[in-house]
């Protein structure tokens, strides 16, 4: 805004005493203060307010108003409530450094002028900004020499002294200007986010954490969809959505603003849709391969694709990786529409098999993930060895060679970090399984490792909660065999063996259960399992044979051990 503004606004009560060849000055900001020098805080542009409490006598004026004029601001206003008038030696010195200054009636608060000010100029910086986000949304469009979002947050952060940050669906930063956000807040951001979008309202958010207020602008990837946004189900594009999380309370903001940070969401969306558009070349090799897993491919068949596949996934590789397959499940309640999760579970995927401390739109590009009509496939490359302090030189085993480390993925390592978040997407109607094979060093292992990835998965499925996962570790005992068990079945097993016991329990406070896990626990060893309940052997025999008289077995037979075993782990 001009200076010359000012005087059109009858309310704000200013009356010009000096410098009117000066009036079209741009005002920046502005700023109140009483200090004798006060150019610390000064960066040129500011209307200055002040009560004069610096001026003790007249000689005060003339290095007063040079300090000012040398910090560039533009211009001074003096408030008449301190010494009435304004005194003639500070319009002299302010028309010797031709610097504007105003008298600001007594009736008039500095706080009613400077929130003119401020009003006035970030209207302005918006509408500035605005043309800025434009242009660069053309530039985006036509090719990448836009810059990427971080250009114009850096702008929302100078201009409008708003912090913003672009976040996956996992709360991972993707873009950001200045320092970056804390993963926990992240997270927490994404988890409030996720929850408010299944509630079908429209953005942006408010969330406050840690004690600081912000607002969640959703960022709507409409290229993945041929069905127009108001016909879509929100489930589609719940957990694949980025957002842009501002440090601000946009409750009160105009509508100018409002719709300036809607531009920003829709340039956003357009790097996001060219981070997909390259992702492509990786989700077609990983489903050529896949196809060939699945149809019985011969292996030398499948070893020449990933010789194709080894380069575009781990450039300057020398030697062939090993690789580990994991499969990801979305499930939603029946209720209405048929959706299909295969692509909703491959964006998904994607995500969770970056490594929550990268940041960037471009940090899975080691992943090829392909989908099926219900579930995601990925082919995950791991390096065999990875320098440990050396430099890498040597054969393996000699001084300066490699040392081997573990590389593989693990189960609950990779929803550990994201877990939170996507329980809130996903609400009481959904689920997330997933299942993670061990590492295989061939084509011929791929098949073995695709198999086992999935009956992982379907571990995971038998357990409770909504994000859930198993690795192939876990597919080597009875844990294997129990989550396909019946559940009527199930029940009436355990009931059978463990209710008679319960309700003896009940009645006489015998810890017949813990005994009996204790029991099994010893391997059937009577002196180790007293020491561990702290009885007498005889008593700990009574209450074994109390077990047996209940239930009608015997527990020196290893088949009735066993079905003990067994009903209390699917109790």
């Known amino acids: 805004m001009r200076l010359r503004a000012l005087l ?211 960022v709507r990837n409409t290229g993945r969809s041929t069905l127009p946004a108001p016909s879509r189900d929100v489930r589609e594009t719940v957990l694949s959505d980025w957002l842009l999380a501002v440090a601000a309370d946009a409750g009160d903001w ?86 299909s999760g295969g692509r909703v579970s491959q964006a998904l995927l994607e995500e969770i098999l970056v490594d929550p401390a990268v940041t960037g739109p471009d940090s899975a590009d080691r992943i090829a993930v392909a989908h099926t009509e219900d579930e995601a496939i990925a082919l995950v490359p791991l390096t065999a060895l990875a320098p440990a302090g050396s430099d890498g030189t040597g054969a393996p085993g000699e001084p300066g060679a490699p040392e081997p480390r573990d590389t593989a993925l693990h189960a609950d390592a990779l929803l550990s970090a994201v877990r939170a978040p996507l329980s809130a997407g996903l609400a009481d109607d959904g689920r997330l399984t997933l299942g993670v094979s061990a590492a295989v060093h061939s084509a011929e292992g791929l098949r073995g490792a695709l198999e086992e990835a999935r009956h992982a998965r379907r571990v995971a499925a038998a357990r409770p909660g909504p994000v859930c996962a198993a690795g192939h570790h876990e597919l080597a005992s009875h844990v294997l065999l129990l989550p396909f068990v019946p559940d009527d079945v199930r029940r009436a097993f355990t009931a059978r063996l463990l209710d008679p016991l319960r309700d003896y329990d009940r009645r006489h406070r015998a810890d017949l259960i813990e005994t009996l896990v204790a029991f099994l626990d010893c391997d059937g060893s009577w002196t180790r399992c007293a020491a561990r309940l702290h009885l007498h052997v005889n008593t700990l025999r009574y209450r074994v044979g109390r077990i047996e008289q209940l239930t009608g077995r015997d527990l020196s037979r290893l088949e009735d051990k066993l079905d003990f075993f067994l009903a209390l782990r699917m109790s």
């Open 8 to 218: 059109d606004t009858e309310a704000l009560g200013l009356r010009l005493l000096g410098g009117e060849d000066e009036l079209d000055r741009s005002v920046r900001g502005v700023m109140t203060t009483d200090l004798r020098d006060p150019s610390r805080y000064l960066s040129g542009g500011e209307l200055v307010l002040s009560g004069l409490a610096w001026r003790r006598d007249d000689s005060d004026s003339e290095p007063f108003v040079r300090i000012l004029a040398n910090a560039g601001v533009a211009g001074l206003a003096a408030g008449e409530a301190e010494l009435g008038a304004v005194p003639d030696d500070l319009v002299e010195a302010c028309l010797r450094h031709r610097l504007p200054l105003f008298a600001v009636d007594e009736t008039v608060a500095f706080a009613t002028i400077t929130e003119h000010v401020v009003r006035q100029v970030s209207g302005e910086r918006a509408g500035d900004l605005a043309a800025v986000v434009d242009r660069h949304r053309r530039l985006m469009t036509s090719g990448p020499s836009g810059g990427g979002p971080d250009v114009v947050l850096d702008l929302l952060t100078s201009d409008l002294d708003l912090h913003a940050w672009v976040l996956s669906p996992t709360g991972r930063q993707i873009a950001g200007a200045g320092e970056p956000l804390p993963p926990q807040v992240g997270a927490e951001l994404a988890g409030r986010h996720l929850a408010a979008t299944r509630t079908g309202r429209p953005g942006p958010y408010q969330a406050e954490v840690d004690g600081t207020a912000y607002s969640l602008f959703p």
């Open 254 to 339: 105009p509508a100018a603003r409002l719709d300036l940070l809607q531009g920003v969401t829709q340039l956003i969306a357009v790097e996001r849709d060219r981070r997909d558009a390259a992702r492509s070349v990786r989700r077609r090799l990983a489903q050529e391969v896949l196809e060939l897993v699945q149809t019985g491919a011969a292996p030398a068949e499948i070893a020449a694709r990933l010789r194709v596949a080894a380069p575009v996934l781990l450039p300057g590789l020398g030697t062939a990786p090993h690789w580990q397959v994991v499969v990801a499940r979305v499930e939603w309640a029946a209720e209405g529409t048929h959706l």
